[in-house]
């Protein structure tokens, strides 16, 4: 019988993975929070090695917490307190875990997206090149969940080449849904800001400035501020050929930025409008590489990205990179080739994704689960 880890680093995850591990008969799976790992046992010495992977995840968490503060930046002495604060509880972590998988040997190991800061320790420093693993994320479409085993998002085993999804033949095809997911806003500003909406606007959903998807995946815009001054040089480079920008604040976000409200023209806050009808009544929907961006996709708007994401694709989306290129895919906004477009969606709604929303996880979604590693672990 393999055996499977699901390492869970809150109480929720630990609660999904009690339920799929309660739904497999054939898997030995074993649920681990991870404030439950052992003390260490072992040697203290790390490599050089260890070391500068271990910095590294340092840094990021330190550039992560500049992301959500004033102008993107910690002050010195704040930066000084946290890189010791970090580096003790990352070292501390990582002891811990390396005693724990040095005496537990696994088939395959499951990490909810493997981008936060413990996973990323586990992913690079900790597993062998034998065993397997499973990244579980929200899933694009409502009601769906990510299972993937080589990542989430960009990293994710959703394949880049569009002559994929136009040979692929699905099992059977799927009814799309019309409606999205509604998300509530955790900080009372995010509805403020609610200029009226014009008659011809491009969207533009603001994302979380710390989150995975900037830090990773968007090489050429940095934050929200950079997205804005782009949006900013867009209109006045078009002089006044281009439609508004309608910027919508993401819901999350713990970023405050009500500095940005009113200052250009060109450039309006709907903070308190659905984002179903932002995309569609927009002229085009302009994303790094937001959620939102497939969700226009699914409703059939075109769609421009300015960062890496698994749905940018040639012939589903435009991809641009400068405030020149941005004024022309706006101008005449391409939609999706309708053939690719199809292909594409049928095949993550009914291969790719597990239907069921994980916080439910019904029996037929922990069921699904189960078959999804008894899969990897066959074809290992």
Same mark, same amino acid.
């Given at each position: 019988?393999s055996?499977?880890?699901?390492?869970?680093?809150?109480?929720?995850q630990? @609660? =999904?993975?009690?339920?799929?591990?309660?739904?497999?008969?054939?898997?030995?799976?074993?649920?681990?929070?991870?404030?439950?790992?052992?003390?260490?046992?072992?040697?203290?010495?790390i490599?050089? =090695?260890?070391?500068?992977?271990?910095?590294?995840?340092?840094?990021? #968490?330190?550039?992560?917490?500049?992301?959500?503060?004033?102008? =993107?930046?910690?002050? !010195?002495? #704040?930066?000084?307190?946290? @890189?010791?604060?970090?580096?003790?509880?990352?070292?501390?972590?990582?002891?811990?875990?390396?005693?724990?998988?040095?005496?537990?040997?696994?088939?395959?190991?499951?990490?909810?997206?493997?981008?936060?800061?413990?996973?990323?320790?586990?992913?690079?420093?900790?597993?062998?090149?034998?065993?397997?693993?499973?990244?579980?994320?929200?899933?694009?479409?409502?009601?769906t @969940?990510?299972?993937?085993?080589?990542?989430?998002?960009?990293?994710? $085993?959703?394949?880049?080449?569009?002559?994929?999804?136009?040979?692929h033949?699905?099992?059977?095809?799927?009814?799309?849904?019309? #409606?999205?997911?509604?998300?509530?806003?955790?900080?009372?500003?995010? @509805?403020? +800001?609610?200029?009226?909406?014009?008659?011809?606007?491009c969207?533009?959903?603001?994302?979380?400035?710390?989150?995975?998807?900037?830090?990773?995946?968007?090489?050429?815009?940095?934050?929200?501020?950079?997205?804005?001054?782009l949006?900013c040089?867009?209109?006045?480079?078009?002089?006044?050929?281009?439609?508004?920008?309608?910027?919508?604040?993401?819901?999350s $976000?713990?970023?405050?930025?009500?500095?940005?409200h009113?200052r250009?023209?060109?450039?309006?806050?709907?903070?308190?409008?659905?984002?179903?009808?932002?995309?569609?009544?927009?002229?085009?929907?302009?994303?790094?590489?937001?959620?939102?961006?497939?969700?226009?996709?699914?409703?059939?708007?075109?769609?421009?990205?300015? +960062?890496?994401?698994?749905?940018?694709?040639?012939?589903?989306v435009?991809?641009?990179? $400068?405030?020149?290129?941005?004024?022309?895919?706006?101008? %005449?906004?391409?939609?999706?080739?309708?053939?690719?477009?199809?292909?594409?969606?049928? =095949?993550?709604?009914?291969? !790719? !994704?597990?239907? +069921?929303?994980?916080?439910?996880?019904?029996?037929?979604?922990?069921?699904?689960?189960?078959? #999804?590693?008894?899969?990897?672990?066959? %074809?290992?």
């Amino acid at each position: 019988m393999s055996s499977v880890l699901l390492l869970a680093v809150n109480r929720h995850q630990e @609660t =999904y993975f009690r339920k799929i591990a309660a739904a497999a008969t054939s898997l030995n799976i074993r649920i681990l929070h991870d404030n439950r790992l052992p003390l260490i046992f072992g040697s203290w010495k790390i490599s050089d =090695y260890e070391r500068q992977v271990l910095e590294e995840i340092v840094q990021l #968490r330190l550039d992560t917490l500049a992301q959500e503060s004033p102008g =993107y930046r910690l002050s !010195y002495f #704040r930066r000084k307190r946290l @890189t010791l604060q970090y580096r003790l509880s990352v070292w501390w972590f990582y002891l811990r875990a390396r005693s724990y998988f040095g005496q537990n040997c696994f088939d395959l190991v499951g990490l909810w997206s493997g981008m936060k800061w413990r996973q990323r320790i586990i992913r690079q420093l900790l597993l062998p090149a034998e065993t397997r693993t499973l990244f579980f994320e929200n899933g694009a479409f409502p009601d769906t @969940t990510t299972v993937d085993p080589e990542g989430v998002n960009f990293g994710s $085993s959703i394949p880049d080449d569009p002559v994929f999804f136009l040979s692929h033949k699905p099992l059977k095809k799927k009814e799309l849904p019309h #409606r999205l997911s509604v998300r509530k806003a955790s900080h009372s500003r995010k @509805t403020e +800001g609610n200029q009226l909406l014009p008659a011809e606007f491009c969207f533009v959903p603001f994302q979380v400035d710390s989150d995975t998807q900037i830090l990773e995946y968007s090489p050429d815009i940095q934050n929200m501020e950079q997205l804005y001054k782009l949006l900013c040089d867009t209109a006045d480079l078009s002089d006044g050929r281009l439609p508004v920008f309608v910027v919508k604040e993401h819901p999350s $976000s713990k970023n405050d930025y009500r500095h940005l409200h009113n200052r250009h023209p060109g450039v309006v806050f709907c903070n308190q409008e659905e984002t179903q009808r932002l995309i569609e009544t927009a002229r085009c929907v302009v994303t790094i590489n937001s959620s939102v961006g497939f969700e226009a996709l699914l409703l059939n708007k075109p769609v421009i990205t300015l +960062g890496k994401s698994f749905y940018a694709l040639d012939g589903l989306v435009t991809s641009v990179q $400068s405030a020149a290129d941005l004024v022309t895919a706006c101008q %005449n906004p391409q939609p999706a080739d309708p053939s690719l477009r199809d292909a594409f969606l049928q =095949y993550l709604y009914s291969e !790719y !994704y597990v239907h +069921g929303c994980w916080r439910t996880a019904s029996d037929e979604h922990t069921a699904a689960v189960v078959q #999804r590693m008894e899969r990897i672990l066959k %074809n290992a």
